[in-house]
């Protein structure tokens, strides 16, 4: 219990030193476009079917973190949702995890987010 303490800890230490430069007000015009799995025994398309509306509001809720963060404290989940939105004038790709991790990558720059108050959404 004590380990679980201290991980949730630096994960939360972390992710308040992870940088805020990018404004969740500036995403527009969400839309899910694919499902993908590599594993489709263990994560199956309603482990995370989320609408267009629902994928605006994970990156809504989620905290922007350093990929590390996610690599270190979070579960890589196998299947994941993916799509285009807007941000500011520029068309993004994004990739929500069943594991409650995603990002969007705007040109060659990928912004991490994790989302520990969407369980009511994956």
């Known amino acids: 219990m004590k380990t ?3 991980t949730f800890m630096i994960a939360v230490s972390l992710t308040s030193c992870a ?3 990018f404004y969740k007000n500036d ?3 969400v839309y899910v476009e694919n499902f993908e799995s590599e594993n489709i025994q263990y994560c199956r398309p309603s482990d ?3 609408s267009h509306k629902e994928a605006k509001e994970f990156f809504f809720r989620a905290t922007k973190v ?4 996610i690599h270190d404290h979070y579960d890589y989940a196998p299947c994941y949702i ?3 939105l807007k941000y500011k004038s520029t068309i993004c790709e994004w990739e929500i995890r069943a594991g409650a991790t995603g ?4 040109d060659k720059d990928t912004q ?3 989302c520990d108050t969407c369980a009511d959404l994956l």
């Open 82 to 84: 993916e799509g285009t």
């Open 4 to 6: 679980k303490l201290i």
């Open 112 to 114: 991490y987010f994790v």
């Open 27 to 29: 995403i527009k015009d």
């Open 48 to 50: 995370v079917d989320l």
């Open 19 to 21: 940088n805020t430069s």
């Open 103 to 106: 990002h969007i990558t705007c």
């Open 66 to 69: 350093e990929h590390k963060v």
